[in-house]
């Protein structure tokens, strides 16, 4: 198995932008996932199929991916949006998480 | 609307066992591949296992490979995690996850709908 390599932090101010990657030398061929874990929660994802957010996801997430490296991007980050978040590959590994902090 | 509960967890010595659990509603449970992923204090998510919908087809994380063993009864809608020789390592809460294949040929696939976890504790 591979590695995905996440920021253990990312801190932004209300209303900036977040943006946390992932890199990994397989992302160039598999697709990424992201979730959002908040504080004591089960997982929720945020994102899948590296762009797609589904449905009751608020539009400020989105997700990108450019050769080893996929971006989640929070614009106009809440700080209802502060939490864990992983992303993951499906070959069944999940990145060591970033914690975001909005305040 | 889905639920899935997962139930089993609980303290237990080096070396024991238990029997996880994750009752699912509100789809068609026969349909969808149930994940099992872990999260150890304060760590990350860790795959753990997984089985297809009709339960010929299981997969697991090579930390666990030989201990434990997933399977599910789609007559009572629940999908089970016999875990076995249990360590300290494998103190961790449990979530179990419907997993949605929306792209067979390639594997591409996401957890659309979490439990809330079991906790087991390995420790004498």
């Known amino acids: 198995s591979y590695e995905l390599t996440q920021p253990p932090s990312v801190s932004v101010s209300p209303g900036q932008t977040a943006r946390i990657t992932c890199s990994g030398d397989a992302l160039p061929k598999k697709n990424a996932y992201w979730y959002q874990q908040k504080s004591g929660q089960a997982p929720v994802v945020v994102i899948y199929?590296?762009?797609e957010r589904p449905s009751g996801i608020p539009e400020r997430f989105s997700g990108s991916r450019s050769g080893t490296v996929a971006t989640l991007t929070i614009t106009w980050a809440q700080v209802e949006d502060e939490a864990d978040y992983y992303c993951y590959s499906r070959d069944r590994v999940f990145g060591g998480g970033t914690k975001l902090t909005v305040l | 609307e889905v639920h899935l509960l997962e139930s089993g967890g609980g303290l237990v010595q080096p070396g024991g066992s238990l029997r996880l659990s994750c009752a699912a509603s509100g789809f068609p449970f026969f349909a969808y591949a149930v994940s099992w992923v872990r999260q150890a204090p304060g760590k990350g998510l860790e795959w753990v296992s997984i089985i297809s919908g009709s339960g010929d087809t299981t997969h697991y994380a090579d930390s666990v490979k030989g201990r434990f063993t997933i399977s599910r009864d789609n007559s009572k809608d629940t999908v089970y995690v016999q875990v076995n020789n249990l360590r300290a390592e494998d103190t961790a809460v449990y979530y179990c996850a419907k997993t949605f294949y929306y792209d067979s040929s390639s594997g591409d696939h996401y957890f659309d709908y979490w439990g809330q976890g079991t906790p087991v504790t390995v420790s004498s």
């Open positions: 199929d590296d762009t």
